[in-house]
């Protein structure tokens, strides 16, 4: 199994000048990982078409995989939406970087519904091109949809070139619980988001959903591994780690099958930042705790790097 690590885990330092692709790709290396999870996503001073990755511009593209074949690494890229004009942009900038998946989510805060319903036929018109340069596709579970909508999803699309990205710990925000959404999403996993959750109190009546390093909340990520392994042709697994970060619930209590807050991985615990903020401005911190916030995710990754290479080594070797 390879573990790879996907750019969001050091958002800060993106977002602030830390940090460019090509710094990621020898932090990647540096840390004894086998792979890059590219986000492509807009966010605050990346570049708005193209994220993390910087440009799609082809003398870019081939330096960025000549850096990632430098290290011996895989690559694959995360975006957002399905819409066919820009994704043909996309699939055609995989390419050339040499990425054989690409990952995606269906609901970019529209209405849910509308956006399921439209999926298919966004996919069906850029499926020639998936095909043509044989790149799959993989739909995340993304705050928003459960284990059972997203497999609904997929059987509609019906093609072996879309599968599923399996977040393991977004659908703690439709009430699911992890172990739950990985079992019911393995059979049809092309890639994944592998992080850790802990539950978080905001204010009197806003609790959320709290990034944290892997293996130090409270979703329990051995088990979920275990499950990557033994129930999937996965070949790769990518650490998200999440923190700083946290995110609100997206449905009534109960949707996804869990119906209220202080057991298991749904405990409420003590906010983890560093410093003393809200838990909704971690992932923009305040200037004055920028640095500190930034120190505090690099350790966060490699504590979760360290224990994903012990996982591995419990259950590949």
């Not at 200037?287 to 224990?307: G, I, N, P």
Request: hydrophobic share 35%; proline share 5%; net charge negative.
């Amino acid at each position: 199994m390879k573990i790879g690590l996907e750019t969001e885990s050091y958002h800060l330092h993106f977002q602030n000048g830390g940090m460019d692709i090509f710094d990621f790709i020898r932090r990647t290396a540096e840390l004894g990982l086998d792979g890059v999870q590219i986000n492509i996503i807009k966010d605050k001073n990346l570049d708005p078409e193209w994220g993390t990755l910087g440009s799609d511009d082809p003398e870019h593209l081939i330096k960025v995989r000549e850096e990632v074949e430098k290290y011996g690494l895989y690559v694959e890229i995360d975006a957002r939406g399905t819409e066919p004009k820009k994704f043909k942009k996309i699939i055609e900038a995989a390419h050339i970087l040499g990425a054989d998946i690409i990952r995606t989510y269906v609901s970019c805060g529209g209405i849910l519904e509308e956006e399921m319903a439209r999926a298919p036929k966004d996919i069906e018109e850029i499926l020639p091109l998936l095909k043509k340069y044989r790149i799959k596709l993989a739909i995340e579970n993304h705050e928003y949809e459960t284990a059972e909508e997203m497999i609904e999803l997929i059987k509609k699309i019906n093609s072996p070139w879309v599968g599923i990205t399996c977040d393991i710990g977004n659908g703690m925000m439709v009430w699911e619980e992890p172990i739950d959404t990985v079992k019911k999403l393995a059979p049809y996993t092309f890639t994944t988001h592998f992080k850790d959750h802990v539950i978080v109190k905001e204010d009197e009546e806003d609790f959320r959903v709290c990034g944290i390093a892997i293996g130090d909340g409270n979703i329990d990520t051995d088990e979920c591994f275990k499950i990557l392994v033994e129930d999937t042709t996965l070949q790769r697994i990518n650490i998200e780690m999440c923190h700083p970060y946290t995110a609100t619930f997206k449905k009534e209590k109960g949707a996804g099958g869990v119906f209220e807050l202080g057991k298991g991985v749904f405990k409420v615990e003590n906010p983890p930042a560093p410093v003393d903020i809200k838990p909704s401005q971690y992932y923009y911190p305040p200037e004055e705790h920028l640095e500190a916030m930034m120190k505090y995710q690099d350790e966060e990754v490699r504590k979760s790097a360290k224990y994903m290479l012990a996982l591995r080594d419990k259950y590949c070797r």
